[in-house]
């Protein structure tokens, strides 16, 4: 029989999306499993705020910018430092979804990668919130760092004496930080547009965000920049191939190239 060509399919043909209910499961469990392990890390008032202390020192000895450098520009009027709560409000869990529910559905290989990542990520997070609770900024009174959140809102927590439902005592490392810049860098490994390095401008206001508000410390960014660096050395992301300077597609045989049928018929 004579062989003919046929172009190679998509990505969305040749790589099989996994299952969506076992990924909504794992999703879920993961997120059940990182609210428990918060809840298990509260109650560490006193060590957290030594802890607290000792980040605060170390900052002015390796002489980083002070956190209230930046706070200083959202307390120029009300509306900046609402909009900066805003943000750390509403953006971080929405973000990372709508991050996941596009490579799902576009780029599953991606997916997959970024979930792993993720999952990394969050789960060493987790283990250093239990090992090393620390006091956020805007508690420690020796930074002279203003609860935004308090005072301009809108606020995500409660006092912590009576805020059952997260670990305000888990500021290191920042997953906000950590998770902004992983779908920054998972877009841009799964696209070709010239424009996709604007997405990190996403970690870049996260950061400055996460700062001004006095949720997190420079270190916190640091050290949710240390464990992703871990993470994408040890989970490496699919091959890609090009196909338009627009997209990526996830095949292991170029899109351009005639593929063989019926050959060994």
Do not use: C
Request: hydrophobic share 50%; glycine share 6%; proline share 7%.
């Amino acid at each position: 029989m004579h062989a003919r060509t046929e172009p190679a399919e998509a990505e969305t043909g040749a790589i099989a999306r996994p299952p969506l209910v076992r990924e909504l499961l794992l999703v879920a469990g993961l997120f059940l499993v990182y609210k428990f392990g918060r809840q298990l890390a509260a109650g560490h008032t006193a060590e957290a705020f030594r802890n607290a202390h000792r980040v605060w020192d170390l900052e002015r000895a390796v002489r980083l910018p002070g956190e209230g450098s930046v706070q200083s520009l959202l307390l120029h009027g009300d509306t900046f430092a609402h909009v900066a709560n805003t943000y750390y409000a509403t953006v971080h869990f929405p973000a990372t979804v709508a991050f996941l529910v596009w490579l799902y559905l576009r780029r599953p290989a991606h997916y997959v990668w970024a979930r792993r990542i993720l999952a990394a990520l969050t789960s060493a997070a987790l283990v250093l919130h239990l090992l090393f609770p620390l006091a956020p900024p805007r508690m420690l009174a020796v930074t002279g760092l203003v609860d935004t959140a308090r005072v301009y809102g809108p606020s995500v927590y409660g006092p912590p004496r009576t805020d059952h439902l997260s670990n305000q005592f888990a500021a290191m490392p920042s997953l906000h930080f950590g998770w902004a810049l992983m779908v920054a860098i998972g877009l841009i490994v799964a696209t070709r547009s010239r424009r996709r390095w604007l997405w990190l401008l996403h970690p870049l206001l996260t950061l400055l965000v996460i700062v001004g508000t006095a949720n997190h410390y420079w270190l916190d960014a640091l050290a949710a920049t240390a464990l992703l660096g871990i993470a994408l050395a040890v989970i490496h992301p699919p091959h890609r191939t090009a196909t338009t300077a627009g997209r990526a597609q996830d095949t292991l045989v170029p899109a351009d190239k005639p593929v063989l049928v019926g050959a060994a018929r």
